[in-house]
């Protein structure tokens, strides 16, 4: 059964767009293992976009293109289950995917049921060339029940973009989580952006459906297809961190067979994926904002009465932000203070008479996983 929480693994296109082939997944597999990546949780490998032959096969069938995939997507299955690692695939609900390969509009069904055959455990289903005739409701709900159907438990990961208020219809759909945005780019706006849309679609997230906010960028460092300027290490750690806080998929873009130590600690951080992988998977929120939109903080409740408390400046100027133990549910008249955790520094954080307070700088984030502890 897939598991009820976000899912988390490495994606070929933040990087590598079109220049994908098998030599590539399989040893970005490898490296997934060798590196740890693995046993910190990242399991799903997807090929995203461009995998496939231009045409169709005569039986009506998506082809592997055999430039880039000469054993076909079996091969590549068969090599990632032995290891533990689940293959993830790209098509899309529109009339093409979004770089002009062959879709699976009006083919849900048949390619549902050739992804079950080649042992695909995970679908990205994009929304380019939507035809107008049809609603994007109606074209996620056919691959949701394609998918059901196909004998295969296959995550159906959907990719609308938040697009005519995805948030509204998506639970009907069967699908597993929705991106909740447009697409990352390795830029602080791109961030910055990306955690503000979250603001009001939050309520719409959570099991079952985790919103996506799409793939990581951190370690890219301007290289590779939305390379664009990079980010400093304080940005992606921030990155990484409302990722995590916000319980989105996690999947990483950049080369990880050349990542550096920083990036994998960054990752690997022990604290973030405790709170992302949360097995009671209770929806985060936004608690409140200092001043203006760029000084959130957010909470998630976790497993066992844990607290899981980000603040985050993304803003241009130092900032300090409070809470009171009160403010996260927990009244002084209880006689508990909480005690927390930071993540990537692992320094302790002790509310004073019921406060918590941290000084950030511009583009930084404190999160912490606090327990109730007695006075
Ligand atoms: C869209 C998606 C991206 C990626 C590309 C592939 O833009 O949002 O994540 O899959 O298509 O063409």
Not at 84 to 102: D, H, V, W
Not at 171 to 191: F, H, P, Q
């Amino acid at each position: 059964m897939i598991k009820n929480v976000p899912p988390m693994g490495w994606n070929s296109w933040n990087t590598f767009a079109e220049n994908i082939n098998e030599e590539l997944i399989l040893s970005s597999a490898d490296t997934l293992i060798a590196s740890g990546l693995k046993d910190a949780g990242y399991e799903y490998v997807v090929i995203d976009d461009c995998w496939a032959l231009r045409e169709r096969s005569k039986e009506g069938k998506l082809v592997p293109d055999p430039a880039k995939f000469p054993h076909g997507m079996k091969y590549v299955a068969d090599y990632l289950h032995a290891r533990g690692l689940k293959l993830g695939m790209y098509s899309c609900a529109g009339l093409m995917t979004c770089a002009s390969y062959p879709s699976s509009y009006n083919h849900e069904f048949v390619d549902a049921a050739t992804f079950a055959e080649w042992g695909v455990d995970f679908l990205k289903y994009d929304y380019c060339f939507k035809p107008r005739s049809v609603e994007g409701k109606n074209l996620y709900r056919r691959m949701g029940l394609a998918l059901a159907g196909c004998g295969r438990d296959i995550l159906f990961s959907a990719c609308s973009w938040g697009a005519d208020e995805t948030h509204t219809w998506i639970g009907s759909t069967g699908a597993n989580m929705w991106r909740s945005t447009g697409d990352i780019v390795d830029t602080w706006d791109s961030i910055k952006e990306l955690i503000q849309k979250q603001y009001t679609i939050l309520p719409y997230g959570g099991v079952g459906c985790f919103n996506d906010m799409d793939m990581l960028v951190v370690g890219m460092h301007g290289k590779g297809h939305v390379g664009l300027k990079g980010c400093t290490e304080e940005e992606y750690r921030l990155h990484f961190a409302a990722w995590c806080l916000l319980a989105s998929p996690l999947m990483i873009g950049c080369d990880i067979r050349k990542m550096d130590e920083a990036t994998k600690r960054i990752l690997t951080d022990p604290v973030l994926i405790g709170i992302q992988q949360d097995p009671r998977g209770v929806r985060p929120y936004l608690l409140k904002m200092w001043e203006n939109d760029d000084l959130p903080v957010f909470v998630r409740a976790l497993d066992g009465g844990d607290l899981a408390v980000g603040f985050f400046n993304l803003g241009d100027a130092p900032a300090s932000l409070w809470v009171t133990t009160d403010d996260l549910g927990i009244p002084e008249i209880a006689g508990l203070r909480l005690v927390g955790k930071a993540a990537y520094t692992g320094e302790e954080l002790v509310s004073k008479n019921g406060v918590l307070a941290c000084d950030l700088a511009a583009h930084s984030c404190a999160v912490y996983r606090f327990r109730a502890v007695k006075k």
